[in-house]
C-alpha cells in the first residue's frame, strides 16, 4: 500500500455509532488496507528537563566563551524587529569546548532514550543567546521548511542564576510555562517542532544555550 493509493479512511468499529469520528478509533492504531500497522507514538508531545547537568562554574565559563566569539543581533524570520530581542553567538566545537558537546550529547541521549527519534547528531553550532531587560522571542518552531528543516530536537539550557533576571520563562504549546525549569544548569530538551517562546525579561539579564539536533527530514 503507498500513499500514492490514497484515499485511506479508518472503518468504524462494529457498534460505535456514538456519532464522533475519533482520529483513532480504537487508540491501538489502524490497520491500513493492505495490512500496514500505524501505531500511535504517545510521545511526540514530551518535554524532558533534565536538572545539575552543568555546575555554576561551567555556566559562567559557558557565558564567557559565548561573549568572546563574535556577535550578532538576534534574528529570526519575522520582519517585526521586535520578534526577537537578544544577543547570539555561534559555538563551533574546537578542542576546548569539547565537554560541553559532550555534556548536552549526554543529556541528548538520555532524552531521546523516550523519544527514540531518529537523530543524526549536533548539524550546526552551539548557540548562545543573551536576552537583556526587554528581549525576549515570540511564538516559533525550529523545525522550519529549507536549511532547518533537519531539525529534530530543540535543546535549552538555562546559564543564568535565577536571582538574576526576572520574566524569561520558556513557553511551549500545550504544556504552558516551563516553571520547573529555571534552575542554573538545567536542560530542557523538546521535539523541534513544538511552538515556543521566550517571555519578555522583566529586569535583568539571562543567558542560555540553545543546541538543535538534527536527523532525517519528515517526508
Ligand atoms: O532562550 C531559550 O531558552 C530558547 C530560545 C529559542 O527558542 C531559540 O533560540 O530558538
Ligand atoms: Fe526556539
Not at 500511535?40 to 559562567?60: I, S, T
Not at 578542542?95 to 560541553?100: C, H, L, S, T, V
Request: charged share 25%.
Amino acid at each position: 500500500m503507498s500513499a500514492r493509493e490514497l484515499p485511506f479512511l479508518w472503518a468504524p468499529p462494529p457498534g460505535s455509532s456514538s456519532g464522533i469520528a475519533f482520529i483513532d478509533p480504537t487508540g491501538e492504531g489502524f490497520t491500513a488496507p493492505g495490512g500496514e500497522r500505524l501505531r500511535p507514538n504517545p510521545h511526540l508531545q514530551d518535554v524532558q528537563l533534565l536538572e545539575g547537568v552543568f555546575d555554576a562554574a561551567e555556566c559562567e565559563r559557558i557565558i564567557e566563551l559565548g561573549r568572546s566569539r563574535p556577535r550578532w543581533d538576534g534574528r529570526c524570520t519575522s520582519e517585526d524587529p521586535s520578534y526577537r530581542v537578544c544577543v547570539t553567538s555561534w559555538m563551533e566545537q574546537e578542542a576546548g569546548n569539547r565537554w560541553i558537546f559532550d555534556r548536552v550529547a549526554r543529556a541528548v541521549h538520555e532524552a531521546n532514550g523516550i523519544l527514540a527519534f531518529d537523530l543524526s547528531g549536533f548539524g550546526e553550532p552551539l548557540h548562545c543567546v543573551e536576552y537583556g531587560a526587554g528581549g525576549g522571542f515570540e511564538w516559533h518552531s525550529d523545525l522550519t521548511a529549507g536549511r532547518a528543516s533537519n531539525r529534530k530536537l530543540s535543546v535549552s539550557i538555562q546559564l543564568s542564576d535565577p536571582a538574576d533576571y526576572r520574566g524569561g520563562e520558556l513557553e511551549l504549546c500545550p504544556h504552558g510555562v516551563m516553571k520547573g525549569f529555571r534552575a542554573r544548569g538545567s536542560v530542557l530538551v523538546f521535539p523541534a517542532y513544538i511552538p515556543h517562546r521566550v517571555l519578555r525579561i522583566e529586569s535583568g539579564v539571562r543567558h542560555a544555550m540553545v543546541a538543535w539536533i538534527h536527523g532525517p527530514a519528515f517526508r
